[in-house]
């Protein structure tokens, strides 16, 4: 099946340090989501875009939706220790009928206080 | 509000065993949808609905089986487990194929011996 292109799989960095990891497609996408899992958890949704060129922050987070609506990408300011956990990127195809989503491969947070 | 609930949250099968996992949402939403969490690949779709007593497959149906008797409700069944079955397990719900953001219950790991 289809998937999304997410990089990187993972990040290790220092507290403070500002963060980006961003998801490509083949193909278009009408809506791209922005989630985090945390360990043991489901993921929660932290940002939800649906128009080219969309910018949406959500506090320290910042997403854009790429203007081809084949990629996304999601900055994470000023990283603290809570920060830690799995970034999954989400899109919906324009021609979907079923609201169905398609994840990327996660990509893995750790920051070091 | 209890959001998207999953029951259970663990549970060890032997292979051919058979089980069912509950889904339940109190969000009023038409679209539910059941995913597998593999190390490295993301989450999987494996059934849909898109509403009361409705479902369709997704990316992996196979050796699942669903039903949506109630709107509220979404089941997964395994109908004789096997060791590849073994992972995690999150249902999802959205409100509409416009609004597509799917929230997802806590997870149901799964083991099979």
């Known amino acids: 099946g289809q998937q999304l292109n997410q990089s990187p799989q993972s990040m290790f960095i220092q507290e403070g340090e500002d963060v980006s990891m961003n998801c490509t497609s083949s193909s278009i996408f009408n809506t791209w989501l922005w989630y985090k899992q945390d360990p043991g958890e489901g993921p929660v949704l932290l940002i939800a875009?649906?128009?080219?060129?969309e910018l949406t922050s959500n506090g320290r987070l910042t997403a854009q939706f790429g203007i081809t609506r084949k990629d996304s990408f999601l900055n994470i300011s000023a990283s603290i220790p809570s920060d830690v956990g799995i970034y999954f990127c989400a899109g919906c195809h324009g021609s979907s009928n079923t609201g169905k989503l398609i994840f990327g491969q996660g990509t893995t947070l750790q920051v070091k206080p | 509000n209890a959001g998207v609930t999953q029951t259970p949250k663990f549970r060890v099968l032997k292979t051919g065993q058979s089980m069912t996992l509950l889904c339940a949402q109190d969000?009023?939403?038409?679209?539910m949808y059941w995913y597998r969490q593999d190390p490295g690949m993301g989450l999987r779709l494996i059934h849909y609905s898109v509403g009361e007593g409705t479902t369709a497959k997704g990316e992996v149906p196979d050796g699942y089986n669903v039903s949506r008797l109630k709107k509220q409700n979404f089941l997964l069944g395994l109908e004789s487990a096997a060791p590849s079955q073994t992972s995690v397990y999150f249902c999802?719900?959205?409100?509409?194929?416009?609004?597509?953001?799917?929230?997802f219950g806590q997870g149901t790991r799964l083991t099979v011996v």
């Open positions: 999802a719900s959205s409100y509409s194929i416009v609004y597509t953001e799917a929230f």
């Open positions: 875009l649906y128009k080219a060129g």
């Open positions: 969000m009023n939403h038409e679209y």
